[in-house]
T-cell receptor, first 114, second 111 residues
């Protein structure tokens, strides 16, 4: 049982390049989330999804897009990468809306934008 | 403003000693409070979830307390082990998909 798997684990991009981060979960969870973690700050929510085919904006959505075509996958896209998007990106999932459900996190994607 | 403040920012203790980490919050409305452990280079892992009516919750050597009146929580680690070296993150939920994360306390347990 892999839990939440993120690919790639590391990536270096040049400003203006695009890329997609993949998150896959095998726990049949309905809810999935994308966060970014920056030094000295708490995790910040970028986008989330409450089920297959749905997405919603979080606290810091600008510059990112997401898609949830399959229940088990949640993709995060950067259309035109900027140095301010250098961060560690975490995907998480939970069984339901999260009020009393723990979030299960992947091990992160470390992204550097030069 | 909804905020979660954790103290200390970092802590060094000797193996076998106890320690207590603090979390103060100003989040409203309050749904529940969570503690996560994040090992270096890994994602956070849930330790406890406490609702308004719960004062204490334990998970092995980890004991979390919650005072909803003063909006404070603590995480007590008993008989620390080297494997306890990690960042501990306090998260307060204000309801449906509304989570406020603290910046964490980095604990270093030395032999």
């Amino acid at each position: 049982n892999a839990g939440v798997t993120q690919t790639p684990k590391f990536r270096v991009l040049k400003t203006g390049q695009s890329m997609t981060l993949l998150c896959a979960q095998d726990m049949n969870h309905e809810y999935m989330y994308w966060y970014r973690q920056d030094p000295g700050m708490g995790l910040r929510l970028i986008h989330y999804s409450v089920g297959e085919g749905t997405t919603a904006k979080g606290e810091v959505p600008d510059g990112y897009n997401v898609s949830r075509l399959k229940k088990q996958n949640f993709l995060l896209g950067l259309e035109s990468a900027a140095p301010s998007q250098t961060s560690v990106y975490f995907c998480a999932s939970s069984l339901y809306g999260g009020e009393y459900q723990p979030q299960h996190f992947g091990d992160g994607t470390r992204l550097s934008i030069l | 403003k909804n905020q979660v403040e954790q103290s200390p920012q970092s802590l060094i203790i000797l193996e076998g000693k106890n320690c207590t980490l603090q979390c103060n919050y100003t989040v409203s409305p309050f749904s529940n409070l969570r503690w996560y452990k994040q090992d270096t280079g890994r994602g956070p892992v849930s330790l406890t979830i406490m609702t308004f009516s719960e004062n204490t919750k334990s998970n092995r050597r980890y004991t979390a307390t919650l005072d909803a009146d003063t909006k404070q929580s603590s995480l007590h680690i008993t008989a620390s082990q080297l494997s306890d070296s990690a960042s501990y993150i306090c998260v307060v939920s204000a309801g449906f998909n509304k989570f406020y994360f603290g910046s964490g306390t980095k604990l270093n347990v030395k032999p």
